[in-house]
């Protein structure tokens, strides 16, 4: 087991690499940068001061149009403060040179550091991907067993029907048929749109803030659940009928057990192998696709919002920064999720057979 876990935690390095470098080839190959947008705001709104980071909005300055009417040398010392005087390789090379220091650079818009910006947005996403994975587990596993149980039922179908529903529409539709319905978009104005806390929160009392921080997480956490709980659900129903179906519980039947004993007592644990080991794997799923797309229409101040809005201003540092943090997070969840089945079940290892 020791021999597979230091194998595993090498390979992260060529894969984050890997990773990195095809998205920083992609990112020079795409039109516009935030040299562009500094040249189009200077065109259109007059002297501005990127250094200050006041800028967080370049990425409504408009599509560039080149640097005709421009002094060259403010040209060059844009270039110049952005990094972009040098090669796109040894720019590569000082990026990764950093990032084994777990040195982000420092947001060309923003006026700080990457590291600071990230550690700021991370327990956002965290909270919100952790309350949702629990909540979908606590959904999908008792809907899965009564479903393998009466399989074939009306429950089963009207049940089955539901869960397509849920497996069809993504989170971020969802997510905004709730905005309509809930948030003051045309129906009901019962639940806040914006943020974590309500304004002037951070002088209440501690059980008020927590209750408003819960006010202001119904939306989104069950936005996120609504998508992600269909595909748990029938991996739990199929778990459950397989076990139900092997000889041992015909055995356990047939010497008096009761079908509840049968259920919980036999094949509950069998069964649950696969989707307790699957916990860590999950989470990473609904924090990669469901989050980052339910925190823009929330505006939650997660790195879903960051990345989005370091996509629009062309802020590389920023978006090089938290794809290198997804993605670590991704691998050592993965890594986190093998150990994970051999703590459930001792019968799985992955040493060499002797």
């Not at 005087?85 to 220091?101: A, N």
Request: net charge positive; glycine share 10%.
């Amino acid at each position: 087991m020791g021999t597979y876990l230091l194998r595993r935690l090498l390979l992260v390095i060529p894969t984050l690499f890997g990773i990195i470098a095809i998205n920083f080839v992609v990112v020079q190959l795409a039109p516009g940068g935030p040299v562009e947008h500094v040249m189009a705001e200077l065109r259109g709104e007059g002297a501005m001061s990127v250094m200050s980071g006041a800028a967080a909005d370049l990425g409504t300055a408009g599509a560039y149009r080149g640097a005709s009417g421009l002094d060259p040398h403010m040209l060059a010392d844009v270039r110049k403060m952005f990094g972009f005087d040098k090669p796109p390789l040894t720019r590569f090379l000082d990026m990764v040179g950093g990032y084994l220091r777990f040195d982000f650079g420092r947001s060309f818009f923003r006026g700080q550091s990457v590291l600071a910006l990230i550690a700021g947005r991370l327990p956002v996403s965290l909270s919100l991907g952790l309350w949702s994975t629990l909540l979908v587990y606590a959904i999908s596993i008792p809907l899965g067993i009564r479903k393998a149980v009466r399989d074939g039922s009306r429950f089963d179908v009207a049940s089955s029907t539901v869960v397509l529903v849920g497996y069809a529409v993504p989170s971020f539709l969802f997510a905004i048929l709730l905005v309509v319905l809930f948030a003051g978009g045309s129906y009901f104005h019962w639940f806040p749109l914006r943020g974590l806390l309500s304004q002037g929160a951070a002088s209440w009392s501690f059980p008020a803030r927590v209750a408003n921080y819960a006010w202001h997480m119904v939306l989104p956490v069950t936005a996120v659940t609504a998508g992600g709980f269909a595909s748990l659900t029938m991996l739990t129903k199929n778990c459950f009928l397989e076990e139900i179906r092997k000889q041992y519980t015909v055995t356990a039947r047939a010497k008096g057990a009761g079908e509840q004993r049968v259920l919980y007592g036999h094949v509950f644990r069998n069964a649950m192998l696969l989707i307790v080991a699957g916990l860590p794997q999950a989470f990473i799923n609904m924090l990669f696709s469901s989050v980052l797309l339910v925190e823009i229409v929330f505006s939650l101040p997660g790195l879903g919002e960051l990345g989005f809005q370091a996509a629009i201003q062309r802020d590389y540092p920023v978006m090089f920064g938290t794809l290198y943090i997804f993605t670590l997070l991704g691998l050592v969840m993965q890594i986190v999720g093998d150990v994970l089945y051999t703590v459930v079940d001792p019968r799985i290892h992955f040493g060499a057979h002797r």
